[in-house]
């Protein structure tokens, strides 16, 4: 079994700072992209970020040059950065990733609980 566990979210003021974190836990050979997305009610799930195994990294045109993601392979884990929140950025944020299961050899997408942020003005 394949595990993604968040933690980061909260209240926060407008114009402040968050840092959310995932980690994968279970028999993975291979984590390829891993991402975050968000969701408010009503709505559809939405992109935020994504960053490849090598690095690379793409951003919702919403959060460019506001949020920062990074990940460290050696631990399985995925964090964004997320500064000058706004309240339109209030959401349950998901961790995201797309790993290769040791049982199966084959890919599975994975999703985290969901952890919410909340921005007050």
């Known amino acids: 079994q394949v595990q993604l566990v968040e933690s980061g979210g909260g209240l926060v003021q407008d114009g402040g700072s968050l840092r959310l974190s995932c980690t994968a836990s279970g028999s993975i050979i291979r984590i390829n992209a891993m991402g975050w997305y968000r969701q408010v009610p009503g709505k559809q799930r939405e992109l935020v970020a994504r960053?490849?195994?090598?690095?690379?990294?793409s951003y919702a045109e919403s959060v460019s040059g506001r949020f920062t993601i990074s990940r460290d392979n050696a631990k399985n884990t995925v964090h964004v950065q997320m500064n000058s929140l706004k309240p339109e950025d209030t959401a349950v944020y998901y961790c995201?990733?797309?790993?290769?299961?040791?049982?199966?050899?084959?890919?599975?997408?994975?999703w985290g609980q969901g952890t919410l942020v909340t921005v007050s003005s």
């Open positions: 995201h990733a797309s790993v290769i299961r040791r049982a199966t050899m084959r890919s599975l997408e994975v």
């Open positions: 960053i490849s195994s090598g690095g690379s990294t």
